[in-house]
């Protein structure tokens, strides 16, 4: 964990928010539900979420804010009335698990609860996120952000053991593990949209898999930096790039395969653009080499910009 109060906080939401998506996927399995790993996870959310960090928000974070001029209705105000209702439905939980236990038979109640549960604390936790806390770093002093994170540091010790969140990381990416849940946000998007997403950025970007074959590139319609078609799908990357080029392609990916590299970048002038090349290699979550992705793109519209631009055209 760094240093840094408000990575503490959205450190600490990222964990939560990884909790609730497992518990929700259990709990669709119904009577399949892992329950002692849903019990877990629902102690975590309790000893962790609640009396942890909320009480980070609590006692710490949220009078600071208030000593800072914040109003103690609006947003705080609101904060703690949901910190309240999510601590009801946490008593809700804990108790339907232990039924569930107990008698070894799901309930449908439980699953009313996890959704309830889990809608209150997803919009709870994007509140703070993306209004409070932006609000917060109006106000917070340079002294008061080392305050924060050292009274954080404390709290948690004391209600949760020091290293708490770094336990619970391990513990967390276990069950994800165990479980083959893997947080996938994209497989929630339909490949069109990935297309269409892929290609509205002003990067070029190539996908090579782990055998050297080229598997993917944007913008197939489009006027390209380096004209690529639909033929170099399949062939392998040494077959597209020119032959000068090759051998540093070759030492790239070798070095990539080894784990001796993770990215590589050059940059040049081409016509009349400042083109930056960059590869980034893919890796699993075991650390395998899955391939390369390169990235290209001109920008010298970037490094021409000076000053601020805070205002839409
Ligand atoms: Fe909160
Ligand atoms: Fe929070």
């Known amino acids: 964990m760094n240093n840094n109060y408000l990575d503490v906080l959205t450190n600490d939401h990222l964990l939560i928010e990884k909790a609730l998506i497992l518990v929700e996927k259990e709990a669709k399995k119904e009577e399949k539900m892992n329950v002692s790993m849903v019990k877990t996870l629902i102690e975590f959310l309790d000893d962790y979420g609640d009396k942890c960090h909320n009480m980070k928000e609590e006692k710490i974070y949220f ?7 914040l109003p103690p209705q609006g947003p705080i105000g609101v904060m703690l009335q949901e910190h309240q209702m999510e601590r009801e439905y946490l008593d809700k939980l804990k108790e339907s698990i232990n039924d569930i236990e107990k008698s070894g038979k799901f309930i ?3 699953a009313n609860l996890v959704a309830g549960y889990e809608e209150l604390t997803k919009s709870h936790i994007w509140k703070e996120n993306d209004i409070l806390y932006p609000m917060g ?16 540091i404390k709290i948690e010790s004391e209600t949760a ?8 990381v391990v513990q967390i990416n276990t069950f994800e593990k165990q479980t083959g849940q893997r947080i996938d946000l ?4 339909s490949t069109e949209i990935m297309t269409n997403m892929l290609d509205s950025i002003p990067v070029e970007l190539s996908f090579v898999d782990a055998d050297n074959r080229v598997r993917y590139f944007n913008k197939i319609y489009e006027k390209k930096i380096f004209t690529r078609t639909l033929s170099v799908i399949g062939r392998t990357v040494q ?6 080029s090759v051998h540093l392609v070759n030492q790239i990916i070798e070095e990539m395969k080894t784990g001796k590299r993770d990215q590589a970048s ?6 009349s653009m400042f083109v930056h090349i960059s ?6 979550e075991k650390g395998e080499y899955q391939g390369v992705v390169e990235m290209v793109q001109d920008v010298k519209p970037y490094r021409d910009l000076e000053g601020e631009k805070r205002l839409l055209d």
């Open 137 to 152: 770093k109006h106000v917070i002093t340079p002294e008061d952000e080392t305050y924060l994170y050292n009274e954080f």
């Open 266 to 271: 050059f940059w040049i002038n081409f016509e």
């Open 186 to 189: 994209l497989s929630a998007i």
């Open 239 to 244: 077959q597209c790039h020119p032959q000068k």
């Open 279 to 284: 590869y980034y290699a893919v890796r699993n």
């Open 161 to 168: 053991g020091a290293g708490a969140y770094e336990r619970y």
């Open 63 to 69: 009078p600071l804010l208030l000593e800072r001029g």
């Open 108 to 110: 449908t109640e439980f």
